[in-house]
């Protein structure tokens, strides 16, 4: 009995197989052109991609946890890769979707909740919280990886690499993000076990406020321009030319039409 409920908190969603089998039918749509509109399949291929890494991201949290000592969270559903059974599923999924679609920008989500009681030592609460944005430096590279070798990405159609592109930006706009030593962020989650009891009952009520507070700083147009500016240089270290992200994220809006492209 006990080895099947174990089986049932581990094994993979369905709700997970059906978004990684969108993101491998929409993305075949891009590639051959078989989609009647370019830009709709773009936009679910990102969606769908978006919310898959946003899933492995929370994965990898709550397999460091488990790890580290808190074993509740395969009763919690979080080892099944289910983007319902988090803990605040708008924080998670829908809000971080809803970023992408308004700025084309990759904020990072609300997180699993890992009972930090149960994990001793403060390298593994670090780890814990290192662990999501690893994902997403993870994600980021795979998909460079054709800009990066020039024979894996030739003759891939400039839509699908547009596509990729843009999922790519939007991993690295999440991991730079997220890396923040920001109340409420993971790169906050990182340094806090090493912070003294008084500092942390200090930025304590910040926390909640973290993400927002991220997310207005970005409309400051200097720090937006150093922020994009940051990003475009990663991705320039693995080939990928700035205008890639940007024709995605214009197929991507296919609400506002099919962008104009040079041939």
Request: charged share 10%.
């Amino acid at each position: 009995m006990s080895s099947t409920a174990t089986r049932s908190d581990r094994g993979v969603s369905p709700v997970f197989l059906a978004l990684v089998a969108i993101m491998g039918v929409s993305g075949w749509a891009v590639w051959t052109g078989f989609s009647a509109s370019t830009g709709f399949a773009v936009f679910l291929f990102v969606v769908s991609g978006w919310i898959v890494s946003l899933c492995l991201h929370e994965y990898a949290h709550a397999r460091t946890a488990l790890h580290g000592g808190d074993i509740t969270v395969g009763a919690k559903g979080y080892l099944t890769l289910n983007p319902l059974k988090y803990t605040h599923a708008l924080l998670s999924i829908v809000l971080p979707v809803l970023f992408v679609i308004m700025g084309g920008i990759g904020l990072p989500g609300g997180a699993v909740f890992i009972e930090r009681g149960r994990v001793a030592g403060r390298w593994k609460h670090s780890l814990i919280s290192a662990a999501g944005p690893l994902t997403n430096v993870v994600f980021a590279v795979v998909l460079m990886l054709p800009f990066l070798l020039p024979g894996l990405g030739a003759g891939m159609p400039l839509p699908f690499l547009a596509a990729i592109a843009f999922l790519a930006l939007l991993q690295v706009t999440a991991a730079i993000l997220n890396l923040l030593p920001v109340p409420g962020l993971d790169g906050y989650g990182i340094v806090e076990p090493w912070l003294s009891y008084n500092v942390r009952r200090q930025v304590e009520p910040v926390a909640p406020f973290g993400l927002l507070i991220v997310f207005g700083c970005l409309w400051i147009p200097e720090v937006n321009a150093a922020f994009f500016g940051l990003v475009d240089a990663v991705m320039g270290l693995f080939g990928v030319e700035p205008y890639l992200p940007a024709f995605g994220l214009d197929w991507f809006r296919f609400w506002d039409g099919e962008p104009q492209v040079a041939g």
